[in-house]
């Protein structure tokens, strides 16, 4: 493999005792550690996050930045970029551990098929145990894809993926407008697609884990804190509703087809009080098997649609 250096960027806010597992994880890494920088991007956290980082020893460098005000996600990301000396950057959350050949599998990946956006397999940390919410975490974006596949940029997401350095400055880095959960990710994968034609690929064997727990209440209020980054979005990128599939949480038009007008009835069934604690009830059991993920998936759409019709 050739040698070629690495830049982790990890935002941080106020979460410290997974942040220890994160980087624990990266130290293993089997990539040799002289060719690794890891930027940890301090967003003014109030734990003793900031003096951890300065104190930590690993094998890897470690550049550590500290906000002084909360930006967000998307200013935390483009200070680590700006910070970073790489020549490929590999996004990973402060959540996350990472298998011990996380970044020899991006940079294998990024090397057999040039300048892409890479994204690797997110899973649910075992340890967390089963349930409908992270049986549906496993399953969405890219994991409905084969190992390997071209991936739609809509699918881009920065808690295990991989750009060139270079591409994310050509393309003028995150859009710092984005400070709430959700989306900035999307929005500069659409750029690096459409300005500079950077396909998107799913590399299934570059895995890291999910360490925070998560309960359906916490997915939901989630969606409904993107709402504000999504109508962002939406007006950066009209052309894209259709593919974010967000006419399907209009109304029903004339030119619908039969399968269109049968989501939209049902996630208008699930905007009616009875049908959405039916639904979210559905969507809890583990019992209900394969309906439960459809019952969820429609539980989002229909959060989305209340939040945006607001």
């Known amino acids: 493999m050739p040698a070629r250096s690495v830049s982790v960027i990890i935002p941080t806010y106020n979460r410290l005792s997974f942040l220890r597992e994160t980087l624990g994880a990266l130290s293993e890494q089997t990539y040799p550690a002289a060719l690794v920088q890891v930027v940890v991007v301090d967003d003014c956290s109030r734990d003793e996050t900031s003096a951890f980082i300065d104190g930590a020893e690993t094998p890897f460098e470690l550049s550590a930045v500290h906000h002084m005000t909360n930006k967000g996600r998307a200013a935390a990301r483009n200070t680590g970029i700006r910070k970073a000396g790489g020549d490929l950057v590999i996004f990973i959350d402060d959540d996350m551990r990472s298998e011990v050949d ?167 069934l699930a905007t009616n009080p009875l049908g959405y604690v039916l639904i979210q009830a559905a969507a809890r059991r583990i019992y209900l098997g394969p309906l439960s993920l459809p019952a969820l998936t429609y539980l989002i759409a229909c959060r989305y649609r209340r939040a945006l019709t607001l």
């Open 102 to 268: 996380l970044i020899e599998r991006h940079v294998a990946f990024q090397e057999s098929h040039g300048a892409s956006m890479v994204i690797g397999s997110a899973l649910q940390a075992p340890e967390l145990g089963t349930s409908t919410v992270y049986a549906y975490l496993d399953r969405m974006g890219v994991h409905k894809l084969e190992s390997g596949s071209r991936a739609p940029a809509r699918y881009f997401v920065t808690n295990n993926s991989s750009v060139p350095r270079k591409a994310l400055l050509d393309v003028g880095l995150f859009d710092e407008s984005f400070t709430n959960y959700g989306f900035e990710d999307t929005e500069i994968a659409f750029r690096l697609e459409d300005r500079l034609g950077l396909p998107t690929w799913y590399c299934s064997d570059a895995v890291a884990f999910h360490l925070h727990a998560q309960t359906l209440d916490d997915i939901l209020a989630k969606r409904e804190e993107a709402v504000r980054p999504l109508r962002r979005l939406l007006q950066l990128h009209p052309e894209r509703a259709s593919e974010l599939s967000i006419d399907l949480l209009m109304p029903p038009v004339g030119g619908d087809s039969l399968s269109v007008r049968s989501k939209k009835f049902l996630i208008l």
